[in-house]
């Protein structure tokens, strides 16, 4: 019997990773083709923590700073799309988010505006679990439970082409979501407004939605014409995961405060990030600081751990190669499964691919919930040996059947179209 509080009943017993793969411990191999939760980005088993921590095991991170978090955060700075970026490690995506609605709350005090204390999301998104992340988050199956402590922040519809909801679509929806954005800034009224944050590309809640072109530089002109912080959240897309450094690089936008986390530590080290610009940072500290702070941020041993994952991306021009795969995996996936009937869109950039699921094409309907049809379509996958990142609500928050797809940027042609004949035994199996 196991002593451990598991997130599901039933959990496989991991033996050991190597590269895409990870081996249970009776002997099964599973094609890691979601990096675990989009985690893995240079690939399992290839940096041994032994040579990274341990130069400084633990300092309070309000009375020290250390070589490893200097050198870390030099590196990042001539990284990040951040205008004089200030970088604050944390230990997850979440405390990332949470750090940056506290500074975008503590930007407004500093600036004399402090009324301004509501936050903008976009509805089907995910910026995390805590309840300040969970509370910006557009995904109602996570928040029904606790649904009484939230509410605070308001929300915009969802970005995703496939289902946009501007009456317009397919004309001007970059334009059309601005003006939402502006609609509802001025229905809240400007001056509570403290700051809007969305996913520079969508994650599980969507299945790696790619906004339209001219969307961020739209929405980035609403915000700064209302004198509200734009808050990037890259926790997913980040440090490489969609083909450049920052998803956003792929827009001509520079974010008041971009976060990231997942691939920065690459799955050895449980590492967040949450990036100020200069204008935030300085405004903040030179108005008596920054109240916020958690034991394990601004770790040494993560630091030295984040650099490791620097130089390995950029050893092996990594950030390219997940260009190319990823050009070559969505080529694939759309010439193997693009036409099936139960496949409504394959979407994404980079090795960030979603494969939304529906019953009818023509209408995009999807499979009633208690179809419970991605349980079943990653169960077979796992059978098959892969492993896929499912997802369920993207249609109304209930009702809609995704995966993601992102496995580490190493992985090979041969390996790619083991993805793909997996992906579709297992679509022929739940058919079945
Ligand atoms: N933001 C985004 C866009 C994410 O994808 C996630 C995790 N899936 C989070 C925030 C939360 O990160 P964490 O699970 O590390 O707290």
């Given at each position: 019997m196991s002593h451990v509080f598991h997130r599901t009943a039933d959990p496989i017993e991991v033996a050991r990773a190597e590269g895409c793969w990870v081996y249970d411990t009776e002997g099964k191999a599973y094609l890691d083709a979601a990096g675990g939760a989009i985690v893995s980005n240079i690939g399992h088993g290839v940096i041994d923590l032994g040579d990274w921590?341990?130069?400084?095991?633990?300092?309070?991170p309000s009375v020290f700073t250390s070589r490893a978090l200097e050198e870390y955060a030099d590196r990042l700075s001539n990284l990040v799309p951040v205008d004089g970026p200030k970088i604050f490690p944390t230990s997850g995506g979440a405390e990332a988010v949470e750090t940056a609605t506290k500074m975008a709350r503590s930007f407004q005090i500093a600036v004399g505006q402090p009324e301004r204390d509501v936050i903008i999301s976009r509805s089907h998104s995910y910026h995390g679990n805590t309840l300040g992340a969970l509370d910006l988050s557009g995904r109602p199956t996570l928040r029904q439970p606790y649904e009484s402590w939230l509410g605070r922040s308001q929300q915009v519809p969802q970005v995703n082409?496939?289902?946009?909801?501007?009456?317009?679509?397919?004309?001007?929806c970059a334009g059309w979501h601005a003006r939402q954005l502006e609609e509802k800034i001025i229905a809240i009224g400007p001056e509570r407004v403290a700051a809007f944050i969305g996913e520079a590309v969508g994650g599980a809640a969507t299945a790696a939605a790619v906004p339209p072109d001219g969307y961020w530089e739209a929405v980035a002109d609403v915000c700064k014409s209302h004198g509200v912080l734009l808050i990037v959240d890259e926790?997913?897309?980040?440090?490489?995961?969609?083909?450049?450094?920052?998803?956003?690089?792929?827009?001509a936008v520079r974010p008041d405060i971009l976060v990231s986390g997942k691939g920065a530590g690459g799955g050895y080290w449980p590492l967040g990030l949450c990036i100020a610009s200069a204008k935030v940072h300085d405004t903040i500290m030179g108005a008596g600081g920054f109240v916020h702070g958690f034991?394990?941020?601004?770790?040494p041993s993560g630091s030295a751990v984040g650099a490791a994952i620097l130089d390995k991306l950029i050893e092996d021009d990594l950030v390219s190669a997940c260009e190319i795969q990823g050009k070559k995996l969505m080529a694939r996936l759309q010439n193997a499964i693009g036409a099936l009937d139960v496949v409504g869109e394959v979407r994404g950039k980079g090795l960030l691919i979603g494969v939304e699921f529906v019953s009818d094409r023509e209408s995009k309907k999807p499979f009633p919930r208690e179809d419970r049809y991605i349980e079943r379509l990653a169960e077979a996958a796992r059978k098959e040996g892969l492993l896929v990142y499912p997802s369920s609500?993207?249609?109304?928050?209930?009702a809609g059947d995704s995966i993601l797809l992102g496995p580490?940027?190493?992985?090979s042609d041969d390996e790619i179209e083991m993805v793909v004949d997996r992906l579709g035994v297992a679509i022929e199996v739940v058919a079945a």
């Open positions: 921590v341990g130069e400084v095991d633990y300092v309070h082409e496939y289902r946009c909801p501007s009456p317009q679509h397919p004309a001007d926790v997913m897309t980040g440090f490489g995961r969609t083909g450049k450094w920052f998803a956003i690089e792929h827009t034991t394990f941020s601004h770790s609500g993207c249609v109304d928050g209930t580490p940027f190493t992985i």
